[in-house]
């Protein structure tokens, strides 16, 4: 994509840097931010989804039964590499909105820095009916053989995951005679869907803070 608003001639100079080299943006993208007039994006993806999971009430533990996943990508070059990105995206969001917890010190310290302190989805984690559409006669006149890019847009679907588990912990609640909203912080770790679930069980022990519930995975 063309480079726009730069600030030096670089063809005299051998060293660029993010900062100099200005903002790039597609041919047909401009934006005023004062008037919040323009078009930003040359195109948009669009995505759908659905997902089906099971609880269990008395450990919090949950397994994603089914999900079905409907994207907009154009006219795909390779269906493959765009359903494998798919598929990517969308367990990389299963893993931020149910397990990748932050834990922090008291004084602000980032603990889990990375995969080996806290967990990222595995094998185990991937839907047990996982199935991908790429829509149909979709068409994008502003890219390469009217196709769309398909790197991460996806991701934030994974968030259908969290919220078919607080339906199922709403469920819960009901046949305890709970109704109404109730907190469900994301991300939806077992050990907050249990206490979310508020069985007999989990009444019997103290109660912490929700910003406090840790995790143990």
Aim: net charge negative.
């Amino acid at each position: 994509m063309p480079a726009r608003n730069c600030t030096r001639d670089w063809s005299q100079s051998g060293r660029r840097t993010p900062k100099d080299h200005g903002k790039a943006g597609g041919p047909d993208c401009y934006m005023d931010w004062e008037k919040m007039e323009g078009q930003p994006y040359s195109y948009f993806t669009y995505g759908a989804c659905y997902c089906e999971v099971e609880l269990d009430c008395l450990t919090g533990d949950y397994r994603t039964l089914r999900t079905d996943i409907v994207v907009d990508v154009g006219q795909s070059i390779n269906p493959s590499i765009d359903i494998g990105q798919i598929e990517g995206a969308f367990l990389q969001g299963l893993g931020l909105y149910t397990l990748e917890q932050l834990s922090f010190s008291p004084g602000g310290v980032l603990y889990s820095r990375g995969p080996s302190q806290y967990k990222i989805p595995a094998i185990c984690d991937v839907p047990l009916s996982f199935n991908v559409y790429l829509l149909p006669d979709s068409h994008n006149p502003h890219a390469i053989y009217s196709s769309k890019g398909i790197g991460e847009p996806v991701l934030f679907l994974g968030s259908t995951v969290f919220y078919a588990i607080k339906d199922a912990v709403t469920a819960a609640r009901a046949e305890s005679g709970l109704m109404g909203p109730f907190p469900l912080d994301s991300p939806a770790t077992p050990e907050r869907a249990c206490l979310a679930c508020a069985t007999p069980f989990s009444q019997m022990v103290g109660r912490p803070s929700w910003s406090q519930v840790p995790s143990t995975q």
